[in-house]
């Protein structure tokens, strides 16, 4: 019987640690994102950690105005896959 539930294989933790992170993203009250938004922000999120964006540069890139609004890219996942 112990090696019917010993032997089913774990979970990989990269999947596991991507739906946290998405859920940290994503609580109930930021649930209008939009996908490209929220991609984009998992995105600065994690190159901010490996010290490939400065905090500077974000905050400079938000104080900006975006005339028009918010727009969608047809190659913002491009962006996301490096």
């Known amino acids: 019987m112990a090696m019917d ?3 089913i294989p774990a979970t990989t ?7 946290s992170q998405s ?8 649930n209008c994102m939009s996908s490209q938004t ?3 922000s998992m995105c600065i999120s ?5 010290g490939l964006v400065k905090d ?3 905050k400079a890139a938000l104080r900006e105005e975006v005339a ?4 969608e890219l047809s ?3 491009v962006v996301c896959a490096l």
């Not at 933790?13 to 739906?19: L, N, P, S, Y």
């Not at 994690?46 to 490996?50: D, F, K």
């Open 5 to 7: 539930y010993l032997s």
């Open 13 to 19: 933790v990269d999947v596991e640690h991507i739906f």
């Open 23 to 30: 859920r940290l993203v994503l609580p109930h009250v930021r």
């Open 38 to 40: 929220t991609r984009a």
């Open 46 to 50: 994690a190159w901010s950690l490996l």
């Open 56 to 58: 500077s540069d974000i």
């Open 68 to 71: 028009g609004g918010e727009e």
């Open 75 to 77: 190659d913002w996942d």
